[in-house]
Every structure is written in C-alpha cells, then in structure tokens.
C-alpha cells in the first residue's frame, strides 16, 4: 500500500512561483507512474502532469504545458510540481496520484490512479 503526501501549497499573487511535493512511504515507485491533479470548486477533477518514475518520460496538460515542471527524487520517493507564472484559474486542490498498473502511457483520467493524497490548496490572486 501507497501512501501519498502532499505540501508546497499556499497563496500567490499572478505571476508567481510554487512548488508542490508529494512525498510516497509504504514501497518504492519504481514500477508507478505518478501524476499531479487539481479540482477547482463546482468542477471536475482535471489531469494536470504525470511522469512515469522508471524512466521519466512526462506527460502535461496543455494548459499547464510550458509553465509546470513535473518530476521527481528517487533516493527521498518523492515526486514536485514546479509551478511557474501561475494563473489565477490555476486555483485548486492538488493532488498527487499513483497507478500501479504498469501501463507504458502516462493515464489522465483519474479512475486509473489507485492511490491518493489528501490534497493541497493553491489559491493565485488576481
């Protein structure tokens, strides 16, 4: 069993910079590919980035394309959102994800991922 975590969130003004963390404990991710969602108030939850952690090929949402790094820390299991020039429609819950399910594809629907974190708040003010 995965248990994932979640931090790096807070507020920021347009234009600004953030980085989440989301920090894996019960086994290693070297099979997982992991990914970052977020779900604004009264929307759906949307697929934001994702990286296969043996490997490290990504996978980003256009949105978000340019202005997110994805990537993460084998020794500390660890995987970090880099935000930059954030937008305030950027505002949401973030939450890190985990499919175990081998797949060569970086998944962006959330059914396929098993394992999740409690989320983070990022709010950009306008």
């Known amino acids: 069993q995965v248990q994932l975590v979640e931090s790096g969130g807070g507020l920021v003004q347009a234009g600004g910079s953030l980085r989440l963390s989301c920090a894996a404990s019960g086994r290693t991710l070297s099979s997982y590919t992991m990914g970052w969602f977020r779900q604004a108030p009264g929307k759906e939850r949307q697929f934001v980035a994702g990286i296969r952690w043996s490997g490290g090929s990504t996978r980003y949402a256009d949105s978000v394309q340019g202005r997110f790094t994805i990537s993460r820390d084998n020794a500390k299991n660890t995987m970090y959102l880099q935000m930059n020039s954030l937008k305030p429609e950027d505002t949401a819950v973030y939450s890190c994800?985990?499919?175990?399910?081998?797949?060569?594809?970086?998944?962006?629907?959330?059914?396929?991922?098993?394992?999740w974190g409690q989320g983070t708040q990022v709010t950009v003010s306008s």
């Open positions: 994800a985990a499919d175990p399910s081998l797949s060569r594809v970086v998944a962006d629907t959330p059914a396929v991922y098993r394992h």
